[in-house]
């Protein structure tokens, strides 16, 4: 299977809502990112971790080695939150290997 | 936070041609990037380099070359342009981030480029 699946492909929320995203990983990695892919394209950085969690405003993201997951928690939705999250995560053998990315919309 | 540019943002090349893309940091990371990203398929690193003087090929190198004259920057180049390779690419710089704690892996970003090719 692929090394990183990324859930949901897509999610619906409305302003106010809170809701997850996960990865999970075919294999052990030693570290993750969270990118969000605003409607320019222009890729930004929100996390990295290389283990537990971390928070920043309304986003909080946690990283479990062993279980092989990250998530990515949004929380009181607003419309600029509306893009593509991607995760990318990284491993000696295989590099940096990103998820096909979910597409949040968030509606008024 | 890191900075990382790219020239062109957009580009329309004919089959055939020679395309260069530019990309460059003022980080000072000794690693830079190259990666495509198309639907369906994520993002998919193409070449990268390790600092000045070095490139080597990541998971789809076919059809590309890269160049890495100097720490700032780093230059993918299409010799002959297919229309296969109409797609948004993307540069990013990685190294110690020592504000953030961060590693090796920790990679930054530039605004990508758009290329059609006809």
């Known amino acids: 299977g692929m090394p990183v699946e990324q859930n949901p492909p897509a999610l619906s929320l409305y302003e106010g809502a809170d809701s997850g995203l996960r990865c999970n990983f075919s294999?052990?990695?030693?570290?993750v990112q969270w990118f969000q892919q605003n409607h320019r394209g222009r890729l930004i950085t929100l996390f990295y971790l290389a283990q537990g969690t971390k928070e920043n405003g309304r986003l909080k993201s946690t990283f479990n080695s062993k279980e092989r997951y990250s998530t990515l928690h949004i929380k009181d939705a607003q419309l600029e939150d509306s893009g593509t999250y991607f995760c990318a995560a990284y491993n000696y053998a295989q590099g940096l290997t990103f998820g096909l990315g979910t597409r949040v919309s968030v509606f008024p | 936070e890191a900075a990382v540019t790219q020239s062109p943002r957009n580009k329309v090349a004919v089959t055939g041609g020679k395309v260069t893309l530019s990309c460059n940091q003022t980080n000072n990371h000794n690693n830079m990037y190259w990666y495509r990203q198309d639907t369906g398929h994520g993002l998919r690193l193409i070449h990268y380099s390790y600092g000045a003087g070095s490139t080597e090929k990541g998971d789809i190198p076919d059809g590309y070359k890269a160049s890495r004259p100097s720490q700032e920057n780093f230059s993918l180049i299409l010799e002959l342009a297919t229309p296969s390779q109409t797609s948004v690419y993307f540069c990013a710089s990685g190294g110690l981030d020592r504000g953030t704690g961060g590693a090796q892996d920790t990679q930054y970003f530039g605004p990508g480029t758009r290329l059609l090719v006809l």
């Open positions: 294999t052990t990695m030693k570290s």
